[in-house]
Nanobody, 126 residues
Framework: VQLVESGGGSAQAGGSLRLSCEVS?????????TAWVRQVPGKERETVAY???????HYRDSVKGRFSISKDTAKNILYLDMNRLTVGDTAMYYC????????????????????WGQGTQVTVSA
């Protein structure tokens, strides 16, 4: 399995960015849960959003209404559309996946993800 992120960069507060994750080794229609996880230096990783094979989408409270996770099964790419960015969204963003489904605790227990990308940096300035 290989997960390759792209699309990070710099944005001003209130702006938008789209992250992409090219998936190989499994298909996004397979029984996998895929997610975006972020980490700020010195802090724990936190799951931002995840999408499962039903598909259903789930978001942490701080990004609800601003971020949208989606997948293009024809291209086998996972996306994260980030709108109304804030300085607090600055982090390294990782694409992550695990087989079968995710449950609510995945927002805290990111160690449950089996596969990880290399990460893409998102920096939001005031």
């Amino acid at each position: 399995v290989q997960l390759v992120e792209s699309g990070g960069g710099s944005a001003q507060a209130g702006g938008s960015l789209r992250l992409s994750c090219e998936v190989s080794g499994f298909h996004l229609d397979d029984e996998y849960c895929t997610a975006w996880v972020r980490q700020v230096p010195g802090k724990e990783r936190e799951t931002v959003a995840y999408i499962d094979f039903y598909p259903s989408t789930h978001y942490r409270d701080s990004v609800k209404g601003r971020f949208s996770i989606s997948k293009d099964t024809a291209k086998n790419i996972l996306y994260l559309d980030m709108n109304r960015l804030t300085v607090g969204d600055t982090a390294m963003y990782y694409c992550a996946a695990k087989s079968y489904y995710c449950v609510e605790r995945i927002f805290r227990q990111t160690s449950e993800f089996t596969f990880w990308g290399q990460g893409t940096q998102v920096t939001v300035s005031a």
